[in-house]
């Protein structure tokens, strides 16, 4: 199965971290430096990208950032979007490189509070990424977003002469008994996505579904990669279940190496959207390349690059889908959301509610 969701599913988050272990895992790329794109001397040096580790631009994709500009890009890598933005938190000022990419929309608020990155206002952002964009906030910048949501086997209801489930008051139908897989909200970058979800389109009501959800025989796993890979009877690993908490890009992932269309499907009315920014880490010591980076990842090629290696979608407009998406995986119209004020305020708490919800 695709690594990348698997290098997203978890999010635990330690509440202390030590700040000398925060340039393990550091990677340099080798390419060469080369004349910048406007022309002159060459230019030299290095921006460092600190990221998650389902960061994965391929290699000729970077190189051209080389050549464009003269810049070699570091990495240095952070597990997944919840541990990254507690470890720039903790380094706020003093950060372990010049330019930050992944910290999502059900993070960022945290982030910001903390003073981890400086204002910068990208000129290739006109193109698409100000829609994305948090209302008023220069020092964040859109880069993809992602839809998290129900998905379906789809072979399992027609088989089982099922009807296929549509919504979330589907999912507590005592015909779909014991066949809906989540991951806990606490632990799982996309279990905690579908409990916003759940509580964007039902504010008032959210735990008495998630209750009756349980009495359902929901089964919580702690990670995407065991609901997914593991629980869910559409997958490579053929498990018991026929609905599972997923991406609107997973089925994508399932088309045959024949071109067959996939037996799974999301559906589309049960979507969180979660927006991926890259923000200029105060304190960097090459801001000029952190600027630079950030409009390169605004660019054409990398955002055509994007689907096909992280499972995003690209925000600048007019970057074509891969055809299995186009045809698989499309944009859901309205999916749910919440601001990122919104997730700050009321996390723990919705948490603590939740874990009520299912008895735990």
């Not at 559409?234 to 037996?263: F, H, L, M, N, Q």
């Not at 004020?341 to 299912?358: N, Y």
């Amino acid at each position: 199965m695709i690594t990348a969701f698997a290098r997203r599913a978890a999010i635990a988050v330690p509440a202390v971290l030590a700040a000398g272990a925060l340039l393990a895992g550091c990677s340099t790329s080798t390419a060469p430096s080369s004349p910048s794109a406007s022309g002159g001397a060459p230019v030299t040096g290095t921006v460092t990208l600190v990221t998650h580790d389902s960061f994965h631009l391929p290699d000729d994709v970077l190189a051209a950032f080389t050549k464009q500009t003269g810049l070699k890009v570091d990495t240095v890598e952070f597990g997944d979007a919840g541990t990254l933005a507690t470890k720039l938190s903790l380094t706020a000022g003093s950060p372990p490189g010049d330019v930050s990419f992944g910290v999502d929309n059900t993070f960022a608020s945290r982030t910001l509070q903390a003073g981890v990155f400086q204002a910068y206002a990208s000129p290739a952002a006109a193109n698409g990424a100000s829609t994305f964009g948090l209302p008023g906030e220069k020092r964040l910048t859109a880069v993809d977003y992602g839809d998290v949501c129900l998905n379906i086997d789809t072979r399992y209801f027609s088989e089982k002469k099922l009807p296929e489930p549509r919504s979330y008051d589907d999912l507590v139908d005592p015909k779909y008994r014991g066949l809906t897989v989540v991951e806990d909200p606490s632990t799982a970058s996309p279990g905690l996505a579908f409990l916003l979800g759940t509580i964007a389109t039902d504010p008032n009501g959210w735990q008495n579904w998630w209750r009756r959800l349980a009495a359902n025989d929901v089964s919580v796993t702690s990670d995407w990669n065991t609901a997914y890979s593991s629980e869910f009877s559409g997958s490579s690993g053929k498990g018991p279940r026929p609905i599972v908490v997923s991406y609107a890009s997973s089925p994508a992932a399932e088309v045959g190496k024949d071109g067959s269309a996939p037996a799974t499907k999301a559906l589309l009315d049960t979507c969180f959207r979660q927006v991926e920014y890259a923000g200029v880490l105060r304190g960097a010591k090459n801001v000029a390349g952190a600027q630079k980076f950030i409009d390169f990842l605004l660019s054409r090629q990398a955002q055509a690059a994007m689907p096909d290696s992280m499972y995003v979608y690209p925000v600048t407009r007019g970057v074509q889908l891969p055809s299995a998406w186009a045809k698989y995986a499309p944009v859901p119209d309205k999916p749910a959301s919440l601001t990122p004020q919104q997730i700050a305020d009321g996390r723990d708490g919705w948490l603590r509610a939740w874990r009520q919800a299912l008895g735990r």
